[in-house]
């Protein structure tokens, strides 16, 4: 960023890099090929990147390994790694709202997935790239009808096992279909993208589902996009979001399910 793009150090949430940097630190367990228990890191990127490139695309490809993202809001860059746990910022009710819940319920077909596969570069083979074994759940196969695959190119991740914890996150994150535009009272205004927030409702206000809205109990949603209202208030839109995403368990891909607000 300070060398390819010109940033000022002085514009980059050095907090935010520092709490990526943690994350991508944390020991994960794992089997190794030979069938043994052992660790490592979360995250890690390993590769080359070449001048004639563009710097954008350089960037893209530091940032696949960690399933992170860059957010720039009023002249800061933010760096957003997910990791197993977050921090909620605010606890929302129907008190904190100006305008009606406008929700979206379970993804079009078309963007379903319900196995992802792809390619890395394996440290084992020579630094070759080589297919890593898909991560695949057989609920959301049987619920879909049939296999929709996502295929992943992970050129900056060396390990099969680091390239199936991003290919279980895509998944999970995918079956997390429910996204929700509002906006907010002006005392919110301190959100920001990638902020966890709950929504605890009663039932009626989301059109008399009943009890079994998942809306009625705290549920998890990240701030997507924040947009300040000329009268103060805040329209922002939340994607469903969940820890068990970022908690790599190999057994555990069969049992996710798409949710539903209704």
């Given amino acids: 960023l300070i060398n390819g793009m010109k940033v000022d150090i002085d514009d980059l949430d050095i907090a935010s890099f520092q709490a990526a940097a943690s994350t991508c630190d944390d020991n994960i367990t794992i089997i190794n090929s030979s069938g043994t228990s052992t660790t490592e890191k979360r995250y890690t990127t390993n590769g080359v990147a070449f001048l004639d490139e563009e710097v954008i695309t350089t960037l893209e490809e530091l940032l696949i390994p960690c399933h992170g993202s860059l957010i720039e809001e009023g002249g800061t860059i933010r760096l957003l790694v997910s990791g197993a746990s977050t921090t909620v910022t605010a606890n929302l009710t129907e008190d904190d709202l100006i305008s009606e819940l406008s929700i979206k319920v379970n993804a079009q077909i078309s963007s379903r997935m319900n196995k992802v596969g792809g390619s890395f570069t394996s440290a084992e083979e020579n630094y070759q790239e080589v297919d890593f074994s898909p991560i695949s759940s057989s609920a959301l196969i049987a619920d879909d009808g049939r296999e929709h695959i996502q295929e992943l ?30 906006t907010l009272k002006p005392e919110f205004a301190y959100l920001r993208v990638g902020d966890i927030v709950t929504l605890t409702f009663q039932p009626e206000v989301i059109g008399g589902t009943g009890s079994d809205s998942i809306l009625t109990n705290a549920t998890k949603f990240q701030v997507v996009s924040y947009s300040l209202q000329p009268t103060g208030e805040i329209a922002v839109e939340l994607q469903e979001y969940n820890d068990s995403s970022y908690v790599w368990d190999t057994a555990d891909h069969d049992y996710v399910t798409r949710t539903a607000l209704a």
């Fill in 153 to 182: 190119s992970l050129a900056m991740v060396t390990s099969e096992s680091h390239a199936q914890r991003i290919a279980s996150i895509v998944l999970k994150e995918n079956a997390l279909t429910n996204s929700i535009n509002v």
